[in-house]
Structures are given as structure tokens and as C-alpha cells.
């Protein structure tokens, strides 16, 4: 039976799941200015691609908060941004 309660991602935990989403966040970066330039700035790829990278910088913001709570006395800054 799974806990209710599942541990927290350990430090390795976070510094690979990080380095992950730091990744695919640059990629899509990428891929944004790539659809902008074809498309132009107001096409609705391109608009898509801005929300889907606004998107990941939360999600990064969130992760870095909850590696901070998660790795409690550990100084996560930077696994996730």
C-alpha cells in the first residue's frame, strides 16, 4: 500500500529533475523564437509558445520553493532555474 504522506524528492532527486526541466525550458525557449520569426510575434503559434514558456518559468519558481522546503537547512537556489 502506498503512503499517504509520500517522502519528499531527496537533493539527487531535485538536481536531476531539475536539470531536466531547465532543459526542456531552454528547448522550448528556442523553439519559441523559432515560431516568432516564422510567424511573426501576433500569430497564435507564436502566442502559444510565450504562454507554454511562461508556463515552465513558474513552474520553476515552484519547484526552487519546494526543493527550499523539501531539502530543509540545504541551500537549493539555482536546481531549478
Not at 536531476?16 to 500569430?43: C, P
Amino acid at each position: 500500500m502506498a503512503a499517504e504522506f509520500p517522502l519528499p524528492f531527496t537533493l539527487e532527486e531535485h538536481r536531476e529533475l531539475g536539470q531536466e526541466i531547465r532543459h526542456t525550458a531552454a528547448r522550448f525557449r528556442e523553439l519559441k523564437d523559432l515560431v516568432t520569426g516564422v510567424y511573426g510575434r501576433n500569430s497564435l503559434a507564436a502566442f502559444d509558445f510565450e504562454k507554454v514558456v511562461e508556463t515552465f518559468e513558474r513552474l520553476q519558481e515552484d519547484m526552487e520553493t519546494q526543493a527550499a522546503h523539501d531539502l530543509a537547512g540545504a541551500r537549493p537556489d539555482g536546481l531549478y532555474r
